[in-house]
């Protein structure tokens, strides 16, 4: 004969049960819950499951450099742009092909106040022969600048000369050019006989520009 079930012992339906009357909203409600539950059982599985990988991670990474303690080496090498700027060389060779064949056995001495210096001659022992450059320079700084030439060089405006010359024979032409940023070209020129410099002054001018911008 089969014990009576204990009627005082409140028994509690489980998940799966289903109840022989129940409601559609109860029925939809349990269903929900059920949902919740395994979704949240699934989302648990993958914290622990991402957790453990992560921890497996570290564990390795840190025995591989107990193992072998060595800093990660970072490279800090890098290139720098290349920026061409102006050659001298392209300066002297420009204003070589300038000069006139008529011209080649004139002496001529070309050098900036800048860094780094321009220089460029030709000829230029025969202008030094009665005074060396530092003679010369000191004379042009005592002049007053002008901002017309006495030459008629046809220059842009700002610009300002010192000039020094000669009527003699043995013609010579010094000038001092003095631009807007404070730079000074000196061009001297020295000659058996007179000629007209203005012309070369204003090439050799342009060209000074254009390689030194």
Avoid: C
């Amino acid at each position: 004969m089969l014990p009576k079930p204990d009627k005082s012992k409140k028994q509690f339906p489980s998940d799966d049960y289903e109840p022989s009357e129940e409601s559609k909203e109860e029925k939809a409600e349990r269903e929900k819950k059920r949902i919740q539950k395994k979704r949240r059982l699934v989302i648990l599985s993958i914290i622990l499951t991402v957790g453990l990988s992560f921890s497996f991670w570290i564990y390795r990474s840190a025995k591989i450099f107990l193992a072998n303690p060595q800093l990660p080496k970072i490279n800090l090498s890098f290139n720098l742009p290349k920026i061409n700027f102006p050659s001298i060389n392209d300066s002297s060779n420009r204003i070589k092909k300038i000069i006139p064949e008529n011209m080649s056995n004139i002496s001529i001495y070309i050098i900036d106040n800048a860094s780094p210096q321009f220089v460029w001659s030709q000829n230029e022992s025969a202008i030094f022969q009665s005074q060396p450059l530092s003679e010369i320079q000191k004379h042009l700084d005592g002049l007053k600048p002008s901002n017309k030439s006495l030459s008629n060089i046809n220059l842009p405006e700002g610009l300002l000369f010192k000039e020094i010359v000669s009527e003699k024979s043995n013609f010579y032409y010094y000038n001092q050019i003095i631009l807007p940023d404070n730079r000074q070209l000196t061009i001297l020129i020295s000659s058996p006989q007179s000629i007209n410099i203005s012309t070369l002054v204003e090439s050799i001018y342009w060209i000074y520009i254009q390689n030194s911008n």
